[in-house]
Protein backbone atom coordinates (compact mmCIF):
# COMPACT_ATOMS: atom_id res chain seq x y z
CA UNK A 1 0.00 0.00 0.00
CA UNK A 2 1.48 3.68 -0.59
CA UNK A 3 -0.14 6.73 -0.58
CA UNK A 4 -1.48 8.67 -3.77
CA UNK A 5 1.41 10.87 -5.81
CA UNK A 6 -1.96 12.94 -6.36
CA UNK A 7 -1.76 14.86 -3.09
CA UNK A 8 -4.83 13.42 -1.01
CA UNK A 9 -4.34 10.49 1.11
CA UNK A 10 -6.13 8.43 -1.33
CA UNK A 11 -4.50 4.71 -1.12
CA UNK A 12 -3.51 3.07 -4.40
CA UNK A 13 -3.02 -1.07 -4.19
CA UNK A 14 -4.26 -4.10 -5.49
CA UNK A 15 -7.56 -5.29 -5.34
CA UNK A 16 -7.73 -7.64 -2.79
CA UNK A 17 -7.28 -11.04 -3.57
CA UNK A 18 -9.97 -12.31 -1.42
CA UNK A 19 -12.64 -10.34 -3.19
CA UNK A 20 -12.94 -10.98 -6.70
CA UNK A 21 -14.28 -7.94 -8.47
CA UNK A 22 -18.47 -7.45 -9.01
CA UNK A 23 -20.01 -8.31 -12.44
CA UNK A 24 -21.65 -5.69 -13.95
CA UNK A 25 -25.20 -7.82 -13.60
CA UNK A 26 -24.42 -8.99 -10.27
CA UNK A 27 -27.28 -9.15 -8.39
CA UNK A 28 -27.30 -6.93 -5.43
CA UNK A 29 -25.95 -7.48 -1.83
CA UNK A 30 -28.59 -6.17 0.30
CA UNK A 31 -32.21 -5.12 -1.00
CA UNK A 32 -34.43 -3.38 0.93
CA UNK A 33 -38.23 -3.29 -0.96
CA UNK A 34 -41.31 -0.87 -0.01
CA UNK A 35 -39.39 -0.14 3.29
CA UNK A 36 -42.32 1.22 5.84
CA UNK A 37 -41.30 2.97 8.93
CA UNK A 38 -44.08 4.80 11.37
CA UNK A 39 -42.94 6.02 14.36
CA UNK A 40 -46.16 6.33 17.19
CA UNK A 41 -46.23 9.72 18.49
CA UNK A 42 -46.71 10.10 22.00
CA UNK A 43 -49.40 11.77 23.66
CA UNK A 44 -51.20 11.89 20.51
CA UNK A 45 -54.38 10.13 20.57
CA UNK A 46 -56.04 8.11 17.47
CA UNK A 47 -53.05 6.53 16.85
CA UNK A 48 -50.82 8.68 15.43
CA UNK A 49 -47.74 8.57 13.55
CA UNK A 50 -44.46 10.09 12.30
CA UNK A 51 -44.46 8.77 8.85
CA UNK A 52 -40.66 8.65 8.73
CA UNK A 53 -40.14 6.43 6.02
CA UNK A 54 -42.84 5.20 3.44
CA UNK A 55 -42.48 2.41 0.22
CA UNK A 56 -38.89 3.07 -0.20
CA UNK A 57 -36.52 0.32 -2.08
CA UNK A 58 -32.95 -0.13 -2.53
CA UNK A 59 -30.59 -1.63 -3.89
CA UNK A 60 -27.03 -2.13 -2.58
CA UNK A 61 -23.96 -3.63 -4.59
CA UNK A 62 -20.72 -4.90 -4.52
CA UNK A 63 -18.47 -2.45 -4.69
CA UNK A 64 -21.09 0.48 -5.86
CA UNK A 65 -21.66 3.11 -3.21
CA UNK A 66 -25.07 4.62 -3.77
CA UNK A 67 -25.43 7.86 -1.84
CA UNK A 68 -28.95 8.98 0.51
CA UNK A 69 -29.22 13.14 0.10
CA UNK A 70 -32.25 14.98 1.18
CA UNK A 71 -32.68 17.85 3.70
CA UNK A 72 -33.09 16.89 7.38
CA UNK A 73 -36.12 15.22 8.71
CA UNK A 74 -36.59 13.78 5.41
CA UNK A 75 -36.26 10.07 7.28
CA UNK A 76 -31.99 9.27 5.32
CA UNK A 77 -30.92 7.83 8.95
CA UNK A 78 -34.05 5.71 9.89
CA UNK A 79 -33.57 4.41 6.40
CA UNK A 80 -29.76 3.51 7.93
CA UNK A 81 -31.20 2.01 11.48
CA UNK A 82 -33.70 0.12 8.77
CA UNK A 83 -31.29 -1.37 6.99
CA UNK A 84 -29.31 -1.94 9.94
CA UNK A 85 -31.87 -3.72 11.28
CA UNK A 86 -31.15 -1.89 14.43
CA UNK A 87 -35.25 -0.95 14.70
CA UNK A 88 -37.95 -3.23 12.98
CA UNK A 89 -39.65 -2.20 9.60
CA UNK A 90 -43.67 -1.29 10.04
CA UNK A 91 -43.74 -3.26 6.70
CA UNK A 92 -41.47 -4.24 3.96
CA UNK A 93 -38.40 -6.54 3.11
CA UNK A 94 -35.14 -6.94 3.41
CA UNK A 95 -32.96 -9.48 1.95
CA UNK A 96 -29.21 -10.18 2.10
CA UNK A 97 -28.19 -11.92 -1.07
CA UNK A 98 -31.76 -12.57 -1.75
CA UNK A 99 -32.68 -14.28 0.91
CA UNK A 100 -34.84 -12.72 3.53
CA UNK A 101 -32.78 -11.34 6.24
CA UNK A 102 -34.87 -10.40 8.84
CA UNK A 103 -33.27 -11.17 12.25
CA UNK A 104 -35.78 -12.74 14.55
CA UNK A 105 -33.38 -13.24 17.43
CA UNK A 106 -30.05 -12.75 18.76
CA UNK A 107 -28.03 -14.83 16.69
CA UNK A 108 -29.82 -14.26 13.38
CA UNK A 109 -29.15 -10.85 14.71
CA UNK A 110 -25.50 -10.83 15.18
CA UNK A 111 -24.80 -13.00 12.02
CA UNK A 112 -25.97 -9.98 9.83
CA UNK A 113 -24.47 -7.34 11.62
CA UNK A 114 -21.39 -9.59 10.69
CA UNK A 115 -22.56 -8.64 7.60
CA UNK A 116 -24.19 -5.31 7.57
CA UNK A 117 -22.38 -2.67 9.36
CA UNK A 118 -23.03 1.05 10.70
CA UNK A 119 -20.35 3.84 10.67
CA UNK A 120 -22.18 7.05 13.04
CA UNK A 121 -21.76 10.36 12.20
CA UNK A 122 -19.77 10.93 15.46
CA UNK A 123 -16.56 9.68 16.11
CA UNK A 124 -16.17 10.75 19.55
CA UNK A 125 -19.84 9.25 20.43
CA UNK A 126 -19.61 6.40 18.97
CA UNK A 127 -16.27 5.32 21.01
CA UNK A 128 -15.88 4.56 24.09
CA UNK A 129 -13.49 6.97 25.79
CA UNK A 130 -12.26 4.82 28.66
CA UNK A 131 -11.11 2.63 26.01
CA UNK A 132 -8.14 2.23 23.96
CA UNK A 133 -7.82 1.86 20.25
CA UNK A 134 -6.59 -1.64 21.01
CA UNK A 135 -9.53 -2.84 23.30
CA UNK A 136 -12.07 -1.64 20.78
CA UNK A 137 -10.42 -3.38 17.97
CA UNK A 138 -9.66 -6.64 20.02
CA UNK A 139 -13.17 -6.79 21.02
CA UNK A 140 -14.69 -6.16 17.46
CA UNK A 141 -12.30 -8.81 16.09
CA UNK A 142 -13.13 -11.58 19.04
CA UNK A 143 -16.68 -10.85 18.43
CA UNK A 144 -16.91 -11.76 14.61
CA UNK A 145 -13.76 -13.62 13.85
CA UNK A 146 -13.39 -15.74 17.06
CA UNK A 147 -10.89 -15.61 19.76
CA UNK A 148 -6.97 -14.31 18.08
CA UNK A 149 -4.48 -14.67 20.34
CA UNK A 150 -0.65 -13.39 20.73
CA UNK A 151 0.89 -12.38 16.75
CA UNK A 152 -2.10 -13.38 15.51
CA UNK A 153 -4.19 -10.69 17.28
CA UNK A 154 -1.37 -8.36 16.76
CA UNK A 155 -0.84 -8.99 13.12
CA UNK A 156 -4.92 -8.30 12.31
CA UNK A 157 -4.84 -5.56 14.63
CA UNK A 158 -1.83 -3.78 12.38
CA UNK A 159 -3.64 -4.78 9.05
CA UNK A 160 -7.34 -3.24 10.43
CA UNK A 161 -5.34 -0.04 11.18
CA UNK A 162 -2.91 0.37 8.05
CA UNK A 163 -6.52 -0.86 6.04
CA UNK A 164 -7.67 2.66 7.43
CA UNK A 165 -4.33 4.63 7.02
CA UNK A 166 -3.05 4.58 10.73
CA UNK A 167 0.08 4.36 10.09
CA UNK A 168 2.49 3.27 11.50
CA UNK A 169 0.13 1.01 13.76
CA UNK A 170 2.24 1.59 17.02
CA UNK A 171 2.20 5.17 17.15
CA UNK A 172 -2.15 4.77 17.35
CA UNK A 173 -3.20 1.18 19.03
CA UNK A 174 -2.36 2.25 22.99
CA UNK A 175 -4.26 5.50 22.32
CA UNK A 176 -6.78 6.97 23.72
CA UNK A 177 -10.33 8.42 22.28
CA UNK A 178 -9.16 12.01 23.33
CA UNK A 179 -5.72 11.76 21.84
CA UNK A 180 -6.58 11.25 18.53
CA UNK A 181 -8.09 14.09 15.93
CA UNK A 182 -11.81 13.75 14.64
CA UNK A 183 -10.61 12.10 11.38
CA UNK A 184 -8.18 9.69 13.02
CA UNK A 185 -11.35 8.84 15.50
CA UNK A 186 -13.68 8.16 12.88
CA UNK A 187 -11.00 6.39 11.10
CA UNK A 188 -10.63 3.66 14.39
CA UNK A 189 -14.80 3.98 13.51
CA UNK A 190 -14.70 2.25 10.27
CA UNK A 191 -11.36 0.09 11.22
CA UNK A 192 -13.89 -0.86 13.72
CA UNK A 193 -16.50 -2.01 11.37
CA UNK A 194 -13.94 -3.70 8.98
CA UNK A 195 -13.09 -5.83 11.54
CA UNK A 196 -16.40 -7.83 10.80
CA UNK A 197 -15.03 -8.08 7.60
CA UNK A 198 -18.41 -6.89 6.17
CA UNK A 199 -20.11 -6.87 2.57
CA UNK A 200 -21.76 -3.84 3.67
CA UNK A 201 -21.29 -0.61 5.28
CA UNK A 202 -24.19 2.42 6.11
CA UNK A 203 -21.87 5.36 6.25
CA UNK A 204 -24.71 8.14 8.41
CA UNK A 205 -23.16 11.35 7.44
CA UNK A 206 -19.71 9.86 8.16
CA UNK A 207 -17.71 13.44 7.61
CA UNK A 208 -20.24 16.15 8.46
CA UNK A 209 -19.00 16.74 12.23
CA UNK A 210 -15.03 16.68 10.35
CA UNK A 211 -13.38 19.40 10.30
CA UNK A 212 -13.56 20.57 6.33
CA UNK A 213 -9.97 19.93 5.35
CA UNK A 214 -9.91 15.77 6.79
CA UNK A 215 -13.47 15.24 5.15
CA UNK A 216 -12.01 14.09 1.57
CA UNK A 217 -9.43 11.71 3.53
CA UNK A 218 -12.14 9.98 4.64
CA UNK A 219 -14.45 10.27 1.71
CA UNK A 220 -10.89 8.54 -0.47
CA UNK A 221 -10.54 5.96 2.73
CA UNK A 222 -14.44 4.48 2.00
CA UNK A 223 -14.07 4.94 -2.04
CA UNK A 224 -10.50 2.67 -1.28
CA UNK A 225 -12.70 0.46 0.54
CA UNK A 226 -15.16 0.30 -2.32
CA UNK A 227 -12.53 -0.88 -4.84
CA UNK A 228 -10.29 -2.98 -3.23
CA UNK A 229 -12.82 -4.94 -0.97
CA UNK A 230 -15.64 -4.67 -3.57
CA UNK A 231 -17.82 -3.34 -0.03
CA UNK A 232 -21.64 -1.83 -1.32
CA UNK A 233 -21.78 1.22 0.36
CA UNK A 234 -24.69 3.69 1.71
CA UNK A 235 -23.40 6.96 2.00
CA UNK A 236 -25.76 9.59 3.47
CA UNK A 237 -25.39 13.38 3.27
CA UNK A 238 -26.38 16.56 2.64
CA UNK A 239 -23.80 17.57 0.85
CA UNK A 240 -25.02 16.81 -2.59
CA UNK A 241 -21.09 17.63 -4.23
CA UNK A 242 -19.40 14.55 -2.22
CA UNK A 243 -22.35 12.29 -3.89
CA UNK A 244 -21.21 13.49 -6.98
CA UNK A 245 -17.65 13.12 -6.03
CA UNK A 246 -18.06 9.72 -4.12
CA UNK A 247 -21.09 8.01 -5.55
CA UNK A 248 -21.96 5.60 -8.16
CA UNK A 249 -26.00 6.09 -7.80
CA UNK A 250 -27.66 9.00 -6.62
CA UNK A 251 -31.12 8.83 -4.17
CA UNK A 252 -33.49 11.86 -3.39
CA UNK A 253 -35.22 12.01 -0.74
CA UNK A 254 -38.26 13.60 0.54
CA UNK A 255 -40.28 13.55 3.55
CA UNK A 256 -39.90 10.05 3.95
CA UNK A 257 -40.15 9.33 0.04
CA UNK A 258 -37.71 8.37 -2.56
CA UNK A 259 -38.40 11.26 -5.64
CA UNK A 260 -35.75 10.59 -7.76
CA UNK A 261 -33.12 8.33 -8.30
CA UNK A 262 -30.13 7.96 -10.94
CA UNK A 263 -26.30 7.51 -11.73
CA UNK A 264 -24.92 10.40 -9.74
CA UNK A 265 -23.82 12.93 -12.21
CA UNK A 266 -26.69 13.16 -14.29
CA UNK A 267 -28.94 13.42 -11.01
CA UNK A 268 -26.74 16.11 -9.20
CA UNK A 269 -26.07 17.75 -13.22
CA UNK A 270 -29.36 18.06 -14.46
CA UNK A 271 -32.00 17.56 -12.02
CA UNK A 272 -35.06 15.94 -13.12
CA UNK A 273 -37.21 16.52 -10.10
CA UNK A 274 -39.03 19.86 -8.85
CA UNK A 275 -37.62 19.15 -5.64
CA UNK A 276 -34.11 17.62 -6.60
CA UNK A 277 -33.97 20.92 -8.39
CA UNK A 278 -33.98 22.97 -5.41
CA UNK A 279 -32.04 20.83 -3.21
CA UNK A 280 -29.22 21.38 -6.04
CA UNK A 281 -29.10 25.03 -6.33
CA UNK A 282 -28.78 25.31 -2.78
CA UNK A 283 -25.91 23.48 -2.96
CA UNK A 284 -23.03 23.07 -1.52
CA UNK A 285 -25.00 24.81 1.78
CA UNK A 286 -27.94 22.36 2.90
CA UNK A 287 -29.13 25.07 5.42
CA UNK A 288 -29.37 27.34 2.93
CA UNK A 289 -32.32 25.07 1.49
CA UNK A 290 -34.01 24.82 4.72
CA UNK A 291 -34.23 28.28 4.62
CA UNK A 292 -34.88 28.86 1.13
CA UNK A 293 -37.76 26.83 1.28
CA UNK A 294 -39.09 27.33 4.08
CA UNK A 295 -39.40 31.19 3.31
CA UNK A 296 -40.72 30.14 -0.13
CA UNK A 297 -42.82 27.45 0.46
CA UNK A 298 -43.97 27.46 4.16
CA UNK A 299 -42.79 24.91 6.81
CA UNK A 300 -41.70 21.63 6.07
CA UNK A 301 -44.51 19.39 5.63
CA UNK A 302 -45.98 17.32 9.01
CA UNK A 303 -44.87 13.69 8.89
CA UNK A 304 -48.01 12.67 11.25
CA UNK A 305 -49.81 14.26 8.52
CA UNK A 306 -48.28 14.23 5.00
CA UNK A 307 -49.63 16.24 2.26
CA UNK A 308 -51.96 13.68 -0.32
CA UNK A 309 -50.79 12.87 -3.31
CA UNK A 310 -47.41 14.26 -3.85
CA UNK A 311 -45.59 15.09 -0.77
CA UNK A 312 -43.82 17.98 -2.21
CA UNK A 313 -47.41 19.62 -4.06
CA UNK A 314 -47.45 22.76 -1.10
CA UNK A 315 -43.87 23.26 -2.33
CA UNK A 316 -44.41 22.42 -5.87
CA UNK A 317 -44.69 25.33 -8.57
CA UNK A 318 -46.15 23.19 -10.99
CA UNK A 319 -48.56 21.39 -8.91
CA UNK A 320 -52.46 19.86 -10.53
CA UNK A 321 -54.96 18.80 -9.27
CA UNK A 322 -53.35 15.22 -10.00
CA UNK A 323 -50.79 16.45 -7.40
CA UNK A 324 -52.58 17.06 -4.54
CA UNK A 325 -54.71 13.74 -4.95
CA UNK A 326 -52.33 10.18 -5.99
CA UNK A 327 -48.91 9.55 -4.57
CA UNK A 328 -46.72 9.60 -8.18
CA UNK A 329 -44.94 6.33 -8.66
CA UNK A 330 -41.29 6.35 -10.04
CA UNK A 331 -41.07 7.01 -13.78
CA UNK A 332 -38.62 6.65 -16.02
CA UNK A 333 -36.73 10.10 -16.98
CA UNK A 334 -34.25 8.59 -19.08
CA UNK A 335 -31.77 5.60 -19.44
CA UNK A 336 -31.17 4.35 -15.39
CA UNK A 337 -33.05 7.19 -14.08
CA UNK A 338 -36.52 7.69 -12.46
CA UNK A 339 -38.31 10.56 -10.90
CA UNK A 340 -41.90 10.47 -8.55
CA UNK A 341 -43.66 13.40 -10.72
CA UNK A 342 -46.50 13.31 -12.67
CA UNK A 343 -45.31 15.74 -15.09
CA UNK A 344 -43.14 12.57 -16.19
CA UNK A 345 -46.56 10.43 -16.36
CA UNK A 346 -48.67 10.22 -19.38
CA UNK A 347 -51.76 10.68 -17.27
CA UNK A 348 -54.19 13.30 -18.34
CA UNK A 349 -54.17 16.09 -16.42
CA UNK A 350 -50.53 15.68 -15.56
CA UNK A 351 -48.32 19.23 -14.85
CA UNK A 352 -45.88 20.71 -16.82
CA UNK A 353 -42.75 20.81 -15.16
CA UNK A 354 -40.21 22.90 -15.72
CA UNK A 355 -37.45 25.19 -13.85
CA UNK A 356 -38.05 25.79 -10.57
CA UNK A 357 -35.61 28.32 -9.86
CA UNK A 358 -37.70 30.12 -13.03
CA UNK A 359 -41.30 29.88 -11.75
CA UNK A 360 -40.01 30.56 -7.95
CA UNK A 361 -38.30 34.01 -9.78
CA UNK A 362 -34.84 34.62 -8.43
CA UNK A 363 -35.86 35.88 -4.67
CA UNK A 364 -36.80 33.08 -2.85
CA UNK A 365 -39.34 35.00 -1.06
CA UNK A 366 -41.00 35.52 -4.65
CA UNK A 367 -41.84 31.94 -4.49
CA UNK A 368 -45.00 32.81 -1.45
CA UNK A 369 -46.68 34.47 -4.21
CA UNK A 370 -47.39 30.64 -6.51
CA UNK A 371 -50.74 29.46 -5.94
CA UNK A 372 -50.54 26.74 -3.26
N1 LIG B 1 -37.45 7.17 17.39
C1 LIG B 1 -38.24 8.05 16.78
N2 LIG B 1 -39.48 8.33 17.25
C2 LIG B 1 -40.29 9.21 16.64
N3 LIG B 1 -39.96 9.87 15.51
C3 LIG B 1 -38.74 9.64 14.98
C4 LIG B 1 -37.81 8.73 15.58
N4 LIG B 1 -36.67 8.71 14.84
C5 LIG B 1 -36.88 9.58 13.82
N5 LIG B 1 -38.11 10.13 13.91
C6 LIG B 1 -38.71 11.10 12.96
O1 LIG B 1 -38.63 10.56 11.68
C7 LIG B 1 -38.34 11.58 10.73
C8 LIG B 1 -37.10 11.20 9.94
O2 LIG B 1 -35.97 11.30 10.81
P1 LIG B 1 -34.50 10.93 10.35
O3 LIG B 1 -33.62 11.00 11.54
O4 LIG B 1 -34.54 9.63 9.61
O5 LIG B 1 -34.17 12.10 9.32
P2 LIG B 1 -32.80 12.46 8.60
O6 LIG B 1 -33.11 12.60 7.14
O7 LIG B 1 -31.74 11.51 8.99
O8 LIG B 1 -32.50 13.92 9.18
P3 LIG B 1 -31.06 14.62 9.50
O9 LIG B 1 -30.55 15.06 8.15
O10 LIG B 1 -31.44 15.77 10.37
O11 LIG B 1 -30.18 13.63 10.18
C9 LIG B 1 -38.22 12.87 11.51
O12 LIG B 1 -39.46 13.53 11.46
C10 LIG B 1 -37.92 12.40 12.91
O13 LIG B 1 -38.40 13.33 13.85
S1 LIG C 1 -45.37 18.55 -10.47
FE1 LIG C 1 -46.75 17.50 -9.10
S2 LIG C 1 -45.94 15.43 -8.89
FE2 LIG C 1 -44.31 16.70 -9.75
S3 LIG C 1 -43.17 17.39 -7.95
FE3 LIG C 1 -44.67 19.00 -8.40
S4 LIG C 1 -46.40 18.46 -7.11
FE4 LIG C 1 -45.11 16.64 -7.22
MG1 LIG D 1 -29.90 11.74 9.96
Redesign the pocket.
Given at each position: MRTSPHGSDELVGPPDARRPGPDADEPPVLRAVGLRKHFPVRGLRNHAVVHAVDDVSIDLHRGRVVALVGESGSGKSTIARLLAQLVPATSGQILLHGTDATATGRRAFGRYVRRVQMIFQDPFGSLNPIHTVRYTLTRSLRIHQGRLRGAELEAALDELLTRVQLTPPARYVDKFPHELSGGQRQRVAIARALAADPEVLLADEPISMLDVSIRLGILNLLRDLRDRLHIAILYITHDIASARYFADRTMVMYAGRV?EQGDSESVTQDPA???TQLLISSAPDPDDLAARARGARGEAPSLVRPPA??R??PR?P???D??RTEV?PLLPVSDGREA????YSQRDGR?E?GSVLEAYGARPGAAGEVDR
Amino acid sequence: MRTSPHGSDELVGPPDARRPGPDADEPPVLRAVGLRKHFPVRGLRNHAVVHAVDDVSIDLHRGRVVALVGESGSGKSTIARLLAQLVPATSGQILLHGTDATATGRRAFGRYVRRVQMIFQDPFGSLNPIHTVRYTLTRSLRIHQGRLRGAELEAALDELLTRVQLTPPARYVDKFPHELSGGQRQRVAIARALAADPEVLLADEPISMLDVSIRLGILNLLRDLRDRLHIAILYITHDIASARYFADRTMVMYAGRVVEQGDSESVTQDPAHPYTQLLISSAPDPDDLAARARGARGEAPSLVRPPAGCRFHPRCPFAVDLCRTEVPPLLPVSDGREAACWGYSQRDGRPEVGSVLEAYGARPGAAGEVDR
